[in-house]
């Protein structure tokens, strides 16, 4: 019912900076019930990490463990886009985004759970030394 497509992804070199879109694609009812909307990444040969969600059309924002400072999650309802602004970029930030949605509203066990109703293909960024 709802689809993510991400991008922005790509490569860049330590302490650069990237911005993720992540635009939701379907039937209005559908696109209009989703809460919560977030950023996932995960690294080869590790575990999925929760990066950071916002619950959509308020500010609240959440961030996973030393993210936030460096990244902000941000939205536009009108273009059913939320997006994510990396700087200082680090190698160790190098893995596959996913974008996520859900129609339960977003708490601070969001990210941990990772418990979403729709998911994104991803797209990749790498960070070089």
């Known amino acids: 019912q709802v689809q993510l497509l991400e991008s922005g992804g790509g490569s860049v070199q330590a302490g650069g900076s990237l911005r993720l879109s992540c635009a939701a694609f379907?039937?209005?009812?559908?696109?209009?019930?989703?809460?919560?909307m977030a950023w996932f990444r995960q690294a080869p040969g590790k575990e999925r990490e929760g990066v950071a969600a916002i619950y959509v059309g308020t500010s609240y924002t959440y961030y996973g463990d030393s993210l936030k400072g460096r990244f902000t999650i941000s939205q536009d309802n009108a273009k059913n886009t939320v997006y994510l602004q990396m700087n200082s970029l680090k190698p160790e930030d190098t893995a596959m985004y996913y974008c996520?949605?859900?129609?339960?509203?977003?708490?601070?066990?969001?990210?941990?759970?990772?418990?979403?109703?729709?998911w994104g293909q991803g797209t990749h960024v790498t960070v070089s030394s």
């Open positions: 996520a949605a859900d129609h339960a509203v977003c708490g601070g066990g969001s990210l941990s759970g990772g418990r979403f109703d729709y």
């Open positions: 379907g039937y209005s009812y559908a696109i209009d019930s989703i809460n919560c």
